[in-house]
T-cell receptor
Framework: DAKTTQPPSMDCAEGRAANLPCNHSTISGNEYVYWYRQIHSQGPQYIIHGLKNNETNEMASLIITEDRKSSTLILPHATLRDTAVYYCIVRVAGGYQKVTFGTGTKLQVIP | EAGVTQFPSHSVIEKGQTVTLRCDPISGHDNLYWYRRVMGKEIKFLLHFVKESKQDESGMPNNRFLAERTGGTYSTLKVQPAELEDSGVYFC??????????????FGSGTQLSVL
């Protein structure tokens, strides 16, 4: 898996958009950008993934730069329940390659 | 549809004892993964089953850990004998397809293992 770099922590006011950056300058052409999060002591939860186009689902939006060397996860209206550790992972899609978690970004949503 | 279930949710054992953790993946999911999070550390990959075969067991810490997935359904992870450093949360995950670009992992709630 290509290495990713994320800030260790971020704060966001409740109701505002949370923008979580991720650098993946060594990403390969066939590697996707995945985002997972872990809320407190629960199991990690899939959020979104993409290859090169921007993606949006009911949870978040993923913006990938044109050179694919960085991306941003956007939670449009952060709530207190979004407080979690967010992991940016790059890997080839499909089950052959394991998901490798780094240190992630601890997002604290503030009332 | 039931998610990934793990049993037990908590286990407290003494050093030297044996513990077996169980994971039931989502029905129809060929891929099954075990992960572990030791307190204060990152979530670490342990191993990956494709159906009943071990695809990747590079993360298994040592031979005190034995994972099985007989019949390609549920999986067990046995620790024998348990040591203090084995304490942590053990997560299981499953995914459906090896080649689907929309493949994603679904995680269970984990088993909190405490070795005293």
């Amino acid at each position: 898996d290509a290495k990713t770099t994320q800030p260790p922590s971020m704060d966001c006011a409740e109701g505002r958009a949370a923008n979580l950056p991720c650098n993946h300058s060594t990403i390969s052409g066939n590697e996707y950008v995945y985002w997972y999060r872990q809320i407190h002591s629960q199991g990690p939860q899939y959020i979104i993934h993409g290859l090169k186009n921007n993606e949006t689902n009911e949870m978040a939006s993923l913006i990938i730069t044109e050179d694919r060397k960085s991306s941003t996860l956007i939670l449009p209206h952060a709530t207190l329940r979004d407080t979690a550790v967010y992991y940016c992972i790059v890997r080839v899609a499909g089950g052959y390659q394991k998901v490798t978690f780094g240190t992630g970004t601890k997002l604290q949503v503030i009332p | 549809e039931a998610g990934v279930t793990q049993f037990p949710s908590h286990s407290v054992i003494e050093k030297g004892q044996t513990v077996t953790l169980r994971c039931d993946p989502i029905s129809g999911h060929d891929n099954l993964y075990w992960y572990r999070r030791v307190m204060g550390k990152e979530i670490k990959f342990l191993l990956h089953f494709v159906k009943e075969s071990k695809q990747d067991e590079s993360g298994m810490p040592n031979n005190r850990f034995l994972a099985e997935r007989t019949g390609g359904t549920y999986s067990t992870l046995k620790v024998q004998p348990a040591e203090l450093e084995d304490s942590g949360v053990y997560f299981c995950a499953s995914s459906q397809d090896l080649t689907d670009s929309n493949e994603k992992l679904f995680f269970g709630s984990g088993t909190q293992l405490s070795v005293l």
